[in-house]
């Protein structure tokens, strides 16, 4: 079951609607530990003083911004909550956008925003106005010393608040500098091509599809390593020369494409012819 990460108010116009925020994401992620290779003995990292190679507790240890090299201002925990902005519980909704005008370079982290005890009234008469609408949320909020742009937008029953980065965070596509500046117009067939490349991939998102197949893979071999077993490296795949003919690679690809709808057909076909002579032999045996 979930527990709530944090819990404030939703704050639009005179309108204030207690909510619990929840992760919204369970990343899957493999840690591994450092081991003294002689005897497998776990090797544990100390916070050291270079100056005389002490190890510093944690009582002991403060935060410092460095405003020259090796110079520090020394700021307190206490400090950092002094100045924190007198809404810090409140997620204080700025303006309402069209979705699909964000950019998703702008989205970081998701969570759910779920109604506090007494709020369901107002956090599902929000939700409606907002599916209706179609817009999406633009507020801001504190946490953990930081304060964050989000967006909120209706999924299903309830809110999702997305972290976003400020713009002066996102890094323009403009100042890549393998980018050339003149690009000459596309070829029309070559296009023609591509597209129709485009549209024989083309269909519905369907997120259950897509597994991290290198987690799995990582979490097979060390299973079997566990129970003793031997590993055996994988044959390296070999990357495809660069395209020389942009035109055959297009033809070769959808070609390839038409071949692997026709076989799923096919085997499909093939299935149900299976499946309808069983259930007339079934029959027939049955009277």
């Not at 409140?90 to 998703?104: N, R």
């Not at 999924?155 to 976003?164: D, E, I, P, R, Y």
Request: hydrophobic letters at 40%; proline letters at 5%; charged letters at 25%.
């Amino acid at each position: 079951m979930p527990r709530p990460m944090w819990s404030g108010s939703i704050s639009f116009g005179l309108v204030n609607i207690p909510v619990k925020l929840y992760n919204a994401v369970k990343k899957k992620s493999i840690h591994f530990n450092q081991l003294r290779k002689s005897d497998g003995c776990r090797i544990r990292l100390k916070k050291v003083c270079p100056s005389d190679g002490a190890e510093v507790p944690a009582d002991n240890i403060v935060k410092g911004y460095e405003i020259s090299p090796e110079q520090y201002v020394i700021v307190t925990s206490e400090e950092l909550e002094a100045i924190q902005p007198q809404n810090a519980r409140t997620i204080a909704i700025e303006d309402f956008v069209k979705l699909e005008q964000i950019d998703p370079l702008y989205y970081n982290s998701c969570y759910y925003l779920a109604p506090d005890k007494g709020a369901g009234k107002a956090y599902f008469l929000l939700l409606a106005a907002m599916q209706n609408t179609g817009k999406v949320a633009i507020a801001r909020v504190v946490m953990r010393n930081k304060e964050y742009l989000t967006a909120i937008r209706p999924t299903g029953k309830a809110l999702a608040l997305s972290t976003m980065h400020f713009a002066d965070e996102v890094i323009a596509a403009t100042e890549l500098e393998e980018l050339p500046t003149e690009v000459a117009e596309p070829n029309k067939k070559e296009l023609a091509m591509a597209e129709q490349l485009i549209e024989s991939l083309a269909t519905g998102f369907e997120p259950d599809k897509y597994h991290d197949q290198y987690y799995q893979q990582v979490m097979d071999m060390l299973e079997k390593k566990a129970e003793g077993q031997t590993v055996i490296s994988q044959p390296e795949v070999k990357e495809g020369g660069k395209v020389i003919d942009l035109m055959a690679a297009l033809e070769a690809s959808i070609s390839a494409i038409k071949g692997q709808n026709d076989s799923s057909k096919a085997k499909k076909q093939g299935i149900a012819e299976k499946a309808s002579t069983t259930a007339k032999r079934k029959k027939a045996s049955a009277q």
